[in-house]
């Protein structure tokens, strides 16, 4: 065999995984068997993505596309990580308007942006374990967690305890969400494997999460959404599972059909429905290319009515897939990780 046809017997195959899912459990690695969802014969929903909706000024670059949101006007919020981690405003058209935060102490290592229903836009950075939150006009007025000082390494410190990691210290958080009282919500985090509740004026409330398999236990709690009632919703990423919890941190029911769910949104209105995404994982396991990529559309009984999207690097196709924004059920806004990009969605649910 000569080099360039062996070179080719390498490629091609690997190359090929986006294009083609396995028919069956035959051709699968144990690792894309436990990533596979188990729900089959999901109703395929249409989608379009409009290419190049933001616009960059000149020089400036996104780096991965960690968090994604929007406000009441339609502006969009995207949180990189590039050179530095920094936070970028875009009106509806996706025209640039400013960066927030730049050179802020608490931005080093970006997971989540947010936006609450006052439109307040609060940034989870995993690398400061801070949760800071801007008001509209991008000032900082609030800040959970503490960034570790360089210091600290330096001198001598007991071993963390899991069982108790403290009320307003995290370790890598994730995600935020808030109940109608204001209440707020953190997924805290690789970890410490919890999920948080705070007042609105950001004291402890109480707490729920230690690391296991267990129901109520959680492994990575990668994201988080909240419905109207105020019940929490928990992507616990390692266990390949969504937990829900109710308002006071009681669990209450596992969904553990649709993959391993990083980001999850839950949209607002009368009607809501839960996005869930089996992303393809930033590790670029080709393996897995067939079986992960696509969101679910989801009941909050965890009924699912619709999937959409796969693993690829085209427009329309996702890797690493790691924030959703949901604002409007039928205009998506994601980012992901390994293309450095955003993507807008335009679905159509009912054919149209």
């Excluded at 999920?195 to 004291?203: A, H, P, Q, T």
């Excluded at 709690?221 to 009681?250: C, E, T, W």
Aim: proline letters at 7%; charged letters at 20%.
């Amino acid at each position: 065999m000569s080099h360039v046809t062996s070179l080719l017997a390498v490629l091609l195959p690997a190359a090929n995984l986006f294009a083609q899912a396995p028919a069956g459990s035959q051709n699968l690695s144990p690792a894309a068997l436990a990533t596979r969802a188990k729900v089959q014969n999901v109703p395929e929903i249409p989608y379009e993505s409009v290419p190049n909706f933001l616009k960059m000024p000149a020089n400036l670059y996104l780096g991965e596309g960690i968090g994604i949101a929007t406000n009441s006007k339609g502006h969009i919020f995207v949180y990189t990580r590039s050179q530095r981690t920094r936070l970028f405003e875009f009106d509806q058209n996706g025209n640039f308007v400013r960066e927030i935060g730049e050179g802020l102490y608490g931005f080093v290592f970006a997971h989540a942006v947010r936006v609450d229903p006052q439109d307040n836009i609060w940034a989870v950075d995993e690398g400061s374990n801070m949760v800071i939150k801007f008001n509209p006009q991008g000032r900082v007025v609030m800040t959970l967690g503490r960034r570790p000082e360089p210091a600290d390494a330096a001198l001598p410190s007991p071993a963390p305890d899991p069982a108790n990691p403290g009320k307003y210290i995290f370790n890598r958080p994730t995600d935020v969400g808030w109940d109608a009282d204001g209440n707020i919500f953190v997924t805290d985090g690789y970890g410490n494997s919890r999920i948080v509740k705070y007042d609105k004026r950001g004291r402890f409330i109480t707490q729920a999460g230690t690391r296991g398999s267990e129901p109520g236990q959680l492994n990575l709690p990668h994201s988080m959404a909240m419905d109207a009632k105020g019940n929490a919703y928990v992507a616990d990423r390692s266990n390949r599972r969504i937990q829900v919890f109710d308002n006071d941190l009681k669990f209450k029911a596992i969904y553990d059909n649709v993959g391993t769910p990083w980001e999850l949104c839950i949209s607002p209105g009368p009607h809501q429905y839960l996005f869930s995404s089996n992303t393809f994982p930033d590790n670029n396991d080709y393996t897995l290319a067939g079986v992960t990529g696509e969101v679910y559309k989801m009941e909050l009984d965890g009924t699912v009515v619709g999937k959409f999207g796969k693993a690829g690097k085209q427009w329309g196709e996702f890797s690493g897939l790691h924030e959703i924004d949901c604002r409007n059920p039928d205009v998506l806004y994601v980012s992901e990780i390994q293309l450095w990009r955003a993507q807008k969605l335009i679905l159509h649910p009912s054919g149209r």
